[in-house]
T-cell receptor, first 116, second 108 residues
Framework: KAGVTQTPRYLIKTRGQQVTLSCSPISGHRSVSWYQQTPGQGLQFLFE???????NKGNFPGRFSGRQFSNSRSEMNVSTLELGDSALYLC???????????????FGEGSWLTVV | TQLLEQSPQFLSIQEGENLTVYCNSS?????LQWYRQEPGEGPVLLVT?????EVKKLKRLTFQFGDARKDSSLHITAAQPGDTGLYLCAGPNNDMRFGAGTRLTVKP
């Protein structure tokens, strides 16, 4: 079955602009999580959605937001872009929500965002 | 400070050598996972360890979960260039927390 699909793969934006990234989870998966990956900070958790509800949020400013649709597809938005927002943004999907249950998460290939 | 500390940060070895990378925490985890990430791709799950003291083998890769469930190791025997990548450990903590990773390069 198809894996996690993220679009676009690469994009360049200028400071102050906003960006929307899209993620289609594996069919049947209802949980979608977003991560930011940078060389200096590694993989940082942004937020998790399950059944259109945000279940958990990482320590990022309010400029970072997301949503999930009824078909489990998710989008994340970053407003007022800063140079430091340049990163690989990864989406991951899993069957259920919550990590204590040990749900396996599957990552997409990511969206490379460069802010100039 | 990372919840999961991985060491070494970088490792460059010759094909055929053995290596061990470590994942340590002061917190107890119900499980730990290991991922490998290749350039331009997302992380791919290698294994999940759940029981303290558990050892799992995946071909030339051996994963061990510490008895106290605070640490884990990954040992690769006779490394090959195809093993090159970023190795990440991760554990559930409300959300999934990742270590900074060990970047492994295996030279032919």
């Amino acid at each position: 079955k198809a894996g996690v699909t993220q679009t676009p793969r690469y994009l360049i934006k200028t400071r102050g602009q906003q960006v929307t990234l899209s993620c289609s989870p594996i069919s049947g998966h209802r949980s979608v999580s977003w991560y930011q990956q940078t060389p200096g900070q590694g993989l940082q958790f942004l937020f998790e959605y399950f059944s259109e509800t945000q279940r958990n949020k990482g320590n990022f400013p309010g400029r970072f937001s997301g949503r999930q649709f009824s078909n489990s597809r998710s989008e994340m938005n970053v407003s007022t872009l800063e140079l430091g927002d340049s990163a690989l943004y990864l989406c991951a999907s899993s069957l259920g929500a919550g990590r204590a249950s040990g749900n396996t998460i599957y990552f997409g290939e990511g969206s490379w965002l460069t802010v100039v | 400070t990372q919840l999961l500390e991985q060491s070494p940060q970088f490792l460059s070895i010759q094909e055929g050598e053995n290596l061990t990378v470590y994942c340590n925490s002061s917190s107890v985890f119900s499980s730990l996972q290991w991922y490998r990430q290749e350039p331009g791709e997302g992380p791919v799950l290698l294994v999940t360890v759940v029981t303290g003291g558990e050892v799992k083998k995946l071909k030339r890769l051996t994963f061990q979960f510490g008895d106290a469930r605070k640490d884990s190791s990954l040992h690769i025997t006779a490394a090959q260039p195809g093993d090159t990548g970023l190795y990440l450990c991760a554990g559930p903590n409300n959300d999934m927390r990742f270590g900074a990773g060990t970047r492994l390069t295996v030279k032919p």
